[in-house]
């Protein structure tokens, strides 16, 4: 059974950096694109980031330039680095595999930005 463990999360202020991390087991990890989700009490789960098996990554127009999603295949790790971070970034982020397909969601890592 894959499991997902996401963690890195705190309480920032505007402004300062975050690391979260997603431990995964279970999986052939290399093959699948993997993402970065987040989501509020108030609203669905967005899409954030992902990274495909050879590196490529693509973000959501509001955390480009400030979000860096990073993978270690020997590990079957997924990483977000976080900077630059705003009060609207404030949200529980999970990880997964893309498609119509995705493996149980984890319990996520809260981020939490206010001044």
């Known amino acids: 059974q894959v499991q997902l463990v996401e963690s890195g999360g705190g309480s920032v202020q505007p402004g300062e950096s975050l690391r979260l991390s997603c431990a995964t087991s279970g999986t052939s990890f290399t093959t699948y694109t993997m993402a970065w989700y987040r989501q509020t009490p108030e609203n669905a789960r967005e899409w954030v980031a992902r990274?495909?098996?050879?590196?490529?990554?693509q973000y959501t127009e509001s955390v480009k330039g400030r979000f860096t999603i990073s993978r270690d295949n020997s590990r079957r790790m997924l990483f977000l680095q976080l900077d630059d971070l705003k009060p609207e970034d404030t949200a529980a982020y999970y990880c997964?595999?893309?498609?119509?397909?995705?493996?149980?969601w984890g319990q996520g890592t809260q981020v939490t930005v206010s001044s």
């Open positions: 997964n595999k893309e498609g119509i397909i995705q493996f149980d």
């Open positions: 990274i495909d098996e050879g590196g490529n990554t």
